[in-house]
């Protein structure tokens, strides 16, 4: 199954809800500059990212080369919060993208439920720490 991605402008954030096979670190790195620049063009600072129905085939090779391509992407535009709800099967694999954007001091966080990853999104006095939810 390819990987496939829907962008939306909803309650002044970006929702990208995703589906299919991350398969090469190219098609990721695509997924994220389209993400920044979506939020650049529309001004847009929040992000949720509904990865349920997405499979992850990065290596933490791949895993590092995605942090520091999407830290290099946000010096460009800044969003402020990223939001993310993976397939259950990912959650660890996406709470370790987790822990190195968070060493990289930014505002990512990894959910179990759309509706908490969203709150904690429009939440804007909400701390950046924390996980798991």
């Known amino acids: 199954m390819s990987f ?4 939306t402008e909803i309650d002044a954030h970006l929702l990208v809800t995703s589906r299919g096979v991350q398969n090469t670190l190219t098609e990721s790195l695509a997924y994220i500059k389209t993400i920044v620049d979506t939020c650049r063009n529309r001004n847009l600072a929040l992000v949720l990212l509904d990865e349920r129905e997405v499979a992850y085939r990065e290596t933490m090779l791949d ?8 830290t290099e992407k946000l010096k460009e535009f800044p969003v402020k919060k990223i939001a993310c709800v993976p397939a259950k099967r990912y959650y660890s694999q996406v709470r370790d993208f987790e822990t190195l954007m968070r060493n990289k001091s930014l505002n990512y966080k990894t959910f179990r439920d759309m509706e908490l990853a969203r709150a904690w999104l429009l939440d804007h006095g909400a701390s950046p720490g924390g996980s798991g939810y």
């Open 4 to 7: 496939r991605y829907d962008i």
């Open 63 to 70: 895993t590092h080369i995605m942090v520091e391509f999407l």
